[in-house]
């Protein structure tokens, strides 16, 4: 992470981390660590819209080659953390995936105190690193 994170809430960081985490090596015991039930991630690749729920990403992902078996290098970052107030924050983070490179907004509330990935918009935005 390049972002300088002593400012975020230490939940924020966290959260972002096991979010990477799980994007890279597709650790399933912490994707309801990350994503409330009722997210929905949002994408217009390749100009058609894309739209998934919980249930079906979470299904996707554990139906594919995570880009850690895949041998990719881990690289991501959090770009920025804009937090409303105790409960609301919204985070631009980057990472490398499925030969991509990825920016990701992510809507995050802090529910029964714990934050959690309440929605999901991604673009793909260059090509990884070799």
Not at 44 to 57: D, H, K, M, Q
Not at 63 to 80: T, Y
Request: a negative charge.
């Amino acid at each position: 992470m390049n972002l300088e994170t002593s400012s975020i809430d230490v939940g924020i960081v966290t959260l972002l981390d096991n979010y990477f985490e799980l994007m890279h090596a597709q650790d399933m015991t912490l994707f309801d660590k990350v994503f409330h039930e009722s997210c929905s991630l949002f994408g217009v690749p390749e100009g058609a819209l894309n739209i998934r729920s919980f249930a079906v990403y979470k299904e996707a992902m554990q139906n594919r080659q995570s880009p850690a078996e895949k041998g990719e290098a881990r690289r991501d970052e959090i770009l920025f953390v804009d937090q409303l107030n105790d409960s609301l924050a919204l985070a631009r983070v980057q990472l490398e995936m499925m030969g991509g490179v990825m920016q990701d907004y992510l809507s995050l509330l802090k529910i029964d105190g714990q934050w959690l990935i309440v929605a999901k918009t991604w673009a793909r935005v260059g090509d990884a690193k070799p």
